[in-house]
């Protein structure tokens, strides 16, 4: 198994910034992809960022140029640093890791991002 504890989430002006941060910790795959995702009120789950355990990353069209995914393998720590942002990136942030070889999926239980108006 594998815990996924995430960190950062707040409330936050237009415009203004803040960094996520998901530390993994237990049986984690060798290789894997390591992800933000973010779900809003009455909206599907959707991927905002994933970057996979050689440097891989692919980001969703609505957040490409404002937000960076990083992550630390020595620490096996994913960060999501989000830039000017906006009133549509409130929502439930959840780390993810998923592994390359086989189907383990794991999810973090989730941060509140809310940004005013």
């Known amino acids: 198994q594998v815990q996924l504890v995430e960190s950062g989430g707040g409330l936050v002006q237009a415009g203004g910034s803040l960094r996520l941060s998901c530390a993994a910790s237990g049986n984690i795959p060798s290789s894997n992809v390591m992800g933000w995702y973010r779900q809003a009120p009455g909206k599907q789950r959707e991927l905002v960022a994933g970057?996979?355990?050689?440097?891989?990353?692919n980001y969703a069209n609505s957040v490409k140029g404002r937000f960076t995914i990083s992550r630390d393998n020595a620490k096996n720590t994913v960060y999501l640093q989000m830039n000017s942002l906006k009133s549509e990136d409130t929502a439930v942030y959840y780390c993810n890791m998923r592994s390359l070889v086989g189907v383990r999926n794991y999810w973090g239980q989730g941060t509140q991002v809310t940004v005013s108006a």
């Open positions: 970057i996979s355990s050689g440097g891989t990353i």
